[in-house]
């Protein structure tokens, strides 16, 4: 069974930047689409950012665009999330998942046991 480890969260004040990795481990995930996900204090967990097995396909949310990069290293098994110029309304607890059968990133459903996520704290 595949064991999602997210790391690299933190309080950073607005404008600054902080990187967010995913380990996996159990089994490869270099042919999965990768995801992150956030959850802020009392909303639903949202779908921010993915990227194929590949590295060469990316979608990301309105709201992020421009600011959030993913990228992968299949051989590690670990996706990244750089974060640059950060609001507090990025504040959340992030999250990464799987979809081993997408073929529309944009699309992707996690398919994986949730990791505990890493906390990020945005302060104005």
């Known amino acids: 069974q595949v064991r999602l480890a997210e790391s690299g969260g933190g309080l950073v004040q607005a404008g600054g930047s902080l990187r967010l990795s995913c380990a996996a481990s159990?089994?490869?995930?270099?042919?999965?689409?990768m995801g992150w996900f956030r959850q802020a204090p009392g909303k639903e967990r949202e779908f921010v950012a993915a990227?194929?097995?590949?590295?060469?396909?990316?979608y990301y949310k309105d709201s992020i665009k421009g600011r959030f990069t993913i990228s992968r290293d299949n051989a590690k098994n670990t996706v990244y999330l750089q974060m640059n110029s950060l609001k507090p309304e990025d504040t959340a607890v992030y999250y990464c998942n799987a979809d081993p059968r997408a073929t529309v990133i944009a699309t992707m459903r996690p398919a994986l046991p949730w990791g505990q996520g890493t906390q990020v704290t945005v302060s104005s």
């Open positions: 990227i194929g097995w590949t590295g060469g396909n990316t």
């Open positions: 159990g089994r490869s995930t270099s042919t999965y689409a």
